[in-house]
């Protein structure tokens, strides 16, 4: 493990990067999780409040894990492995730090009379349904005590894993205000393949937002990461919005790639392997640059909304009353299906 920044519960206190965290044990994965290794550690915090300059749209999040299986050569959370001695790229993909005290943490924290019953989001940083939840089922039992304690929460995911917890959320989602996502950045499966082969089929995640909705559990979609040049094509764009909509998903949104330092690295040099023609104008546009221009932002999203519009007019009578329902409950209203592209430093961060 090298230089590992934390210390071991055992071993005379040092200085950690996270002092909160306590490594407790490694566990090497086996079976369907063999080549993953495991950081199991105590935190001393799990709810943690977003700094303020961040100008996220919430304010407290849970995070049970760092890194994540789901390997998507653009995730913005790689370089946060390198805090840890870790390396970003397939360190981030298969060592999976674990707050195995999560849940007990959870419900320690909001028992607390300083709690104010605040939203809590949850796949802030990397997917609370990758992979290893199947092994930990640590978001099911931070779901049963938000439901427990009627606790407004929103999920981001990429993963049909969610659909395990379809009785927890739509218990929630009874008593409190519940709101989950899937990220399908694109239905292209040569795409998918190459910039997030550890996640589900798109289709899948399609029809998990059809289920979610049926179930009384608000599901929209985030058509996200939009890469330029290799999946903003016209047909691309039409047919995840079509899907969506058709899903009765409660709103569509967008967000444009965005290339930090660390993870722009990791993202050229995978994607050169499978699209090479792509990296050299990908390059340029980003030359300088972590985030499209905001102009190239509102244009993703003017494009999505009248996609939106115009298979919404196509649909069903009760899909689109759901999704009108849906967007009345972000807050958007019938002639705002899809959210206009955030500034910069307000993109939703799993990307």
């Given amino acids: 493990m090298g230089g590992m920044r934390w210390r071991i519960e055992a071993d005379e206190p040092q200085q950690a990067l996270f002092a909160d965290e306590v490594l407790v044990d490694r566990h090497v994965g086996s079976g369907e999780f063999r080549g993953m290794e495991f950081l199991h550690v105590n935190a001393r915090t799990v709810v943690n409040r977003v700094a303020g300059a961040s100008r996220m749209p919430f304010e407290w999040t849970v995070n049970a894990y760092r890194g994540c299986s789901h390997a998507c050569s653009y995730c913005f959370a790689r370089p946060t492995h390198a805090y840890l001695d870790l390396g970003i790229g397939e360190d981030f993909d298969r060592k999976i730090v674990v707050k195995v005290n999560a849940v007990e943490r959870v419900r320690a924290e909001l028992a607390s009379p300083r709690w104010g ?91 998990a937002v059809r289920r979610l909705n049926d179930a009384g559990v608000p599901c929209g979609v985030l058509v996200a990461p939009i890469i330029p040049g290799l999946s903003d094509g016209d047909e691309q764009l039409d047919d995840v919005v079509q899907a969506a909509v058709g899903a009765g998903a409660a709103g569509v949104s967008t967000v444009g790639l965005h290339l930090k330092p660390g993870t722009r690295e990791v993202f050229l040099e995978r994607l050169a392997l499978t699209h090479p023609e792509n990296v050299p104008p990908l390059e340029a546009r ?59 430093d307000e993109q939703l961060p799993l990307f």
């Fill in 117 to 207: 019953g605040h939203h809590i989001a949850m796949g802030t940083n990397t997917d609370p349904y990758q992979r290893c939840e199947g092994k930990y089922h640590l978001y099911r039992g931070i779901l049963a005590v938000l439901a427990e304690r009627a606790n407004p929460f929103s999920l981001l995911t990429k993963s049909t894993l969610v659909l395990r917890d379809l009785d927890l959320l739509a218990a929630a989602a009874a008593v409190t205000d519940v709101r989950v996502n899937l990220s399908i950045g694109t239905l292209d499966e040569d795409v998918w393949r190459a910039t997030e082969p550890g996640t589900p089929h798109p289709r899948r995640r399609v029809e």
């Fill in 286 to 344: 980003y030359a300088g640059r972590a985030y499209l221009p905001r102009a190239d932002q509102q244009e993703l999203a003017a494009r999505v909304r009248r996609l939106v519009a115009s298979h919404r007019g196509r649909s069903t009578p009760s899909t689109r009353s759901r999704f009108v329902e849906g967007a009345k409950a972000q807050g958007l209203g019938p002639g705002r299906a899809a959210s206009p592209a955030p500034a910069p």
